[in-house]
């Protein structure tokens, strides 16, 4: 790393400590950045980076509710609003035990230059609580939700901050969140969330995005080198939001997805997933991957280990950060790995990002291979301002258009900075420097 940026990088691990997820999303980035200080030596005499690591608001706060048997729980909530340069503080909520403030940190701060790469007028921002919605029934996810959003609605807003999902917040729990949102404002704020249902102000497309978009990216890395999805084999991990639709695309590009993961286990259905039941087990039943299972013959399923077992040209990771080691990585690629399109947020370790890069390996990163989830959420936020809703068909063309374009960029300012092929780069360099003319224009606040 470059001297100036490591002394700034050290200020603001100390600055923040224990925060070990956030920490290694920063280093991940000032790794890139040396060389765009070398011609912009305005961006240090400004103090960008020390700006941009500092959220300009964190909010944390108390989210009290009653389970089923009446007694009284306690989760803690978060809001980060990283940076506004661009527009509106956007990015999600996650929902999980392991959420506590360097996770939504890194998450907030890996937001601001995704945001950034769409091209869309939007800042970064992400938020959650340690709530695990897994076991919970309806009317208690409700209840957390409602508890939840009446501490958050007084600090979002259209063009203030506009929350979406992330791990295990879906539809049910947008729902119950507008819902509370429009309750206590008084307002039918359409453009204050994103994920909305269908009849009430939701795109067409959004369920979909995140992992259509990480295909089409992916896609586009596999054309530099003469050759497309036909064919593979490709391994995913995860079975939720962002997995189930990777898989579906993958498979309609003529790929054969032969496993998937959720945090019990993995399966290995040879003949390809069968992705109307995968569907109807986790997003009817809520039920888990040994249900598939043992509904589906062939299938072998395996309780514990990893994935990243099974042999792949592609892989697809979908399910949560650092859950790819190197160990996994040089697996993979003694298996004959092709390329890596991640689809979670930093899914693999710095380790594995190594191997990968060292084999030769295509290499997109998660912010800029999933980034189609928040540009379809942009996309969203345009219907809503216009109170238009658009076809399936012109939505997915847009988000189409939207991913060619970040792999564009991203290759392109790659190329520019005598890195060829170097998608790390390309995300971090060609999102930072959009983020840091804005700020610069924008004065010192
Ligand atoms: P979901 O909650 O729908 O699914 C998450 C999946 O990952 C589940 O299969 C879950 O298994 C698995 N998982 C979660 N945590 C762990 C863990 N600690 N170890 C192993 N498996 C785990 O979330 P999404 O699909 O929405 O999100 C997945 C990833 O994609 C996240 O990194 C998220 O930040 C990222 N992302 C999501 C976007 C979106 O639009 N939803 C946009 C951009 C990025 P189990 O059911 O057993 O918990």
């Not at 030596?41 to 909010?59: D, G, M, S, Y």
């Not at 295990?168 to 249902?197: A, C, H, M, P």
């Not at 993958?250 to 959720?262: F, I, N, P, Y």
Request: proline letters at 3%.
């Amino acid at each position: 790393m470059d001297a100036r940026l490591e002394a700034i990088r050290d200020t603001v691990l100390a600055r923040n400590p224990g925060e070990a997820e956030f920490h290694q999303a920063v280093t991940e980035v000032f790794e890139s950045l040396g060389p765009v200080h070398d011609r912009h030596p305005e961006f240090l005499e400004a103090a960008i980076l020390e700006r941009l690591c500092e959220p300009e608001r964190q909010i944390i706060f108390r989210v009290p509710w009653t389970d089923d048997a009446g007694r009284v729980q306690i989760n803690r909530g978060f809001r980060v609003e990283f940076n506004s340069a661009l527009g509106p503080y956007k990015g999600g909520l996650r929902f999980h035990p392991s959420v506590y403030l360097g996770i939504v940190k890194f998450l907030g701060f890996e937001q601001i230059f995704k945001n950034a790469l769409t091209g869309m007028p939007i800042g970064g921002g992400k938020g959650g609580s340690d709530f695990d919605p897994r076991g919970r029934s309806d009317a208690e996810v409700m209840r957390f939700c409602q508890s939840f959003m009446t501490e958050l609605y007084r600090h979002i807003g259209e063009y203030t901050d506009v929350p979406a999902g992330d791990i295990g917040v879906g539809g049910r729990e947008i729902g119950y969140l507008f819902g509370q949102y429009k309750r206590i404002t008084n307002r039918y704020e359409s453009g204050v969330l994103t994920g909305k249902g269908i009849s009430w102000g939701g795109s067409l497309v959004r369920p979909e995005a995140t992992g259509f978009g990480t295909v089409i990216f992916t896609q586009e890395m596999l054309k530099t080198r003469g050759t497309s999805f036909e064919g593979q084999r490709v391994v995913v991990s995860g079975s939720g939001n962002v997995a189930i639709h990777a898989i579906a695309k993958a498979q309609a590009l003529g790929a054969t997805v032969v496993a998937c993961s959720d945090s019990s286990g993995y399966i290995v259905d040879e003949a390809g997933i069968d992705v109307g039941l995968l569907r109807e087990v986790k997003e009817v039943e809520r039920g888990r991957l040994k249900d598939y299972a043992g509904r589906r013959g062939g299938v072998a399923y395996v309780g514990g280990g990893t994935v990243w077992d099974v042999d792949a040209t592609v892989a697809l990771p979908c399910a949560t950060q650092n859950e790819l080691d190197g160990d996994a990585a040089a697996r993979l690629v003694r298996g004959g790995l092709l390329a890596v399109g991640e689809g979670a947020n930093m899914p693999s370790t710095r380790e594995a990002v190594a191997v990968f890069q060292e084999a030769g390996v295509l290499f997109g990163p998660g912010k800029a291979a999933n980034a189609g989830g928040v540009a379809t959420s942009a996309l969203e936020m345009q219907q809503n301002a216009s109170r238009d809703s658009w076809s399936f068909e012109h939505t997915e063309e847009r988000l189409t258009e939207i991913m060619v374009g970040i792999h564009h960029r991203c290759a392109s300012t790659a190329d520019e900075y005598g890195d060829p092929g170097n998608y790390v780069l390309g995300a971090n360099i060609g999102g930072f420097v959009k983020v840091a003319d804005a700020m610069l224009a924008q004065g010192l606040i």
